[in-house]
């Protein structure tokens, strides 16, 4: 376990819930990944994200699928692309990315509290 952080520090991290509506692989980037166009809702419309998520998920398997993004972080340029979100996953065994998902669907845009 890494240092401990206050509870308002984790407050200052605004993770949401959006589905992806549109994957295109990402053939400038270093390693393998996508390209995900993914819709939080009216309030925060649709961001951006490259996703190194390549070895689990087809590009046909994400689209419509709900991830969990932090969504208050400064945009990245990665290559020719500008990343608006942060997806979540966790790492496997080989060290591949495996996506954090929600039990059931929820409204786009929906914050983690």
């Excluded at 390693?31 to 009216?42: E, H, M, S, T």
């Excluded at 996703?51 to 991830?67: F, N």
């Excluded at 990343?83 to 059931?104: H, K, P, Y």
Aim: aromatic share 8%; glycine share 8%.
């Amino acid at each position: 376990m890494e240092g401990l952080i206050s509870w308002g520090d984790f407050e200052q991290v605004d993770l949401r819930v959006g589905t992806v509506m549109e994957v295109a692989d990402f053939e400038k980037a270093r390693r393998p990944a996508y390209k995900l166009w993914i819709d939080f809702g009216k309030e925060i419309g649709v961001l951006k994200s490259s996703a190194q998520v390549t070895v689990h998920y087809k590009k046909e398997e994400l689209v419509g699928r709900q991830v969990v993004a932090v969504v208050n972080f400064p945009k990245k340029q990665i290559a020719d692309f500008m990343s608006e979100c942060l997806v979540t996953g966790f790492a496997d065994e080989q060290g591949n990315i495996v996506l954090t998902a929600v039990e059931r669907p929820l409204p786009n845009g929906s914050k983690l509290i």
